[in-house]
């Protein structure tokens, strides 16, 4: 495989489940990021992660919890919630997280909270 | 605050033609770039083309070229020989500074190239 993949593609939960959303780069790159791209909106930048340390976290709620276990995986853990969360949720991967370099990105997750 | 803007929510273009699509940015750092990516219906962002500030020329790849005017502070999209596959909404980004220079993306702009 190569790329940038997401899994799953399209998510259905409860406000009261919890989910983890998964990430998988295949491009030796050392920097992965966590986007949220809600409708009528700008894609919001949420983690940036770095040889697997995390480097930034742009004020996301608690009820989002990244992990990045190693410098091709990331996941995005889902508990309790909102509607307002409904949002195509966009896994990035590049070589360093310099901003020099262009971003690859997987399909997305489409996550629905009813 | 630094950021990217897009004013065209929409664009339509008859296939076959050019068409450029506008993007401007503010920023306060002496060196940085510009990228555009395409996201089709499917929801994945490809990338198009780069730009670095200090590059002499404007960038080309393929159909895509960048018009890029640093004094005003806009690096505008062109799209040359519109296909129907071109057909997806457009995002100009740029990395702004903070512990990681991270891509900060315009609002986009959607494409619908006509038959």
């Known amino acids: 495989e190569t790329g940038v993949t997401q899994t799953p593609r399209h998510l259905v939960m409860g406000m009261t489940n919890k989910k983890s959303l998964k990430c998988e780069q295949h491009?030796?790159?050392?920097?992965m990021y966590w986007y949220k791209q809600s409708a009528k909106k700008p894609l919001e930048l949420m983690f940036v992660?770095?040889?697997?340390?995390?480097?930034e976290n742009n004020s996301v709620p608690s009820r989002f919890s990244p992990e990045c276990p190693n410098s091709s995986h990331l996941f995005l853990h889902l508990h309790t919630l909102q509607p307002e969360d409904s949002a195509l949720y966009l896994c990035?991967?590049?070589?360093?997280?310099?901003?020099?370099?262009?971003?690859?990105f997987g399909q997305g997750t489409r996550l629905t909270v009813v | 605050a630094q950021k990217i803007t897009q004013t065209q929510p929409g664009m339509f273009v008859q296939e076959k033609e050019a068409v450029t699509l506008d993007c401007t940015y503010d920023?306060?750092?002496?060196?940085?770039?510009l990228f555009w990516y395409k996201q089709p219906s499917s929801g994945e962002m490809i990338f198009l083309i780069y730009?670095?500030?200090?590059?002499?020329q404007n960038a080309t790849e393929g159909r895509y070229s960048l018009n890029f005017q640093k004094a005003r502070k806009s690096a505008n999209l062109v799209i040359s020989a519109s296909q129907l596959g071109d057909s997806a909404m457009y995002f100009c980004?740029?990395?702004?500074?903070?512990?990681?220079?991270?891509?900060?993306f315009g609002s986009g702009t959607q494409l619908t190239v006509l038959p």
């Open positions: 990035a991967s590049s070589q360093d997280h310099t901003g020099t370099t262009e971003a690859f």
């Open positions: 491009l030796g790159h050392n920097a």
């Open positions: 992660y770095s040889l697997e340390e995390r480097v």
């Open positions: 920023t306060s750092d002496p060196s940085y770039g």
């Open positions: 730009q670095g500030s200090y590059d002499q």
């Open positions: 980004a740029n990395p702004i500074g903070g512990s990681a220079r991270q891509l900060t």
